[in-house]
């Protein structure tokens, strides 16, 4: 059972920072395919960002200002998220995905507001 926590979401101005960190537990953090997603309200949940055959992939509205990142020895991902715009606000979640299966554990969520 792969156990996610996410942490580091707030408030902050247009063109403020945040970091968001996911970690994990109850799995191999190497052997997990990891991934931030975003949900607005009244939105679909959305791919933000991840990582495709160990290079990072970035939805087109966060190039340039997001970064994805992990760290193997703290068996954490986390979220640089810079230059923020108010339709970054969302609630923030982690994903992960044990190699050679389908199935997707998510995180509880982080609300990250962005006041214009």
């Known amino acids: 059972q792969v156990q996610l926590v996410e942490s580091g979401g707030g408030l902050v101005h247009t063109g403020g920072s945040l970091r968001l960190s996911c970690a994990t537990s109850?799995?191999?953090?190497?052997?997990?395919?990891m991934s931030w997603h975003r949900q607005a309200p009244g939105k679909e949940r959305e791919l933000v960002a991840n990582?495709?055959?160990?290079?990072?992939n970035y939805a087109d509205s966060v190039k340039g200002r997001f970064t994805i990142s992990r760290d193997n020895a703290k068996n954490t991902v986390y979220l640089q998220m810079n230059s923020l715009k108010p339709e970054d606000t969302a609630v923030y979640f982690c994903?992960?995905?044990?190699?050679?299966?389908?199935?997707?554990?998510w995180g509880q969520g982080t609300q990250v507001t962005v006041s214009s």
């Open positions: 994903s992960a995905r044990p190699m050679g299966t389908s199935r997707n554990y």
């Open positions: 109850g799995f191999s953090f190497i052997l997990l395919r």
């Open positions: 990582f495709i055959s160990g290079s990072e």
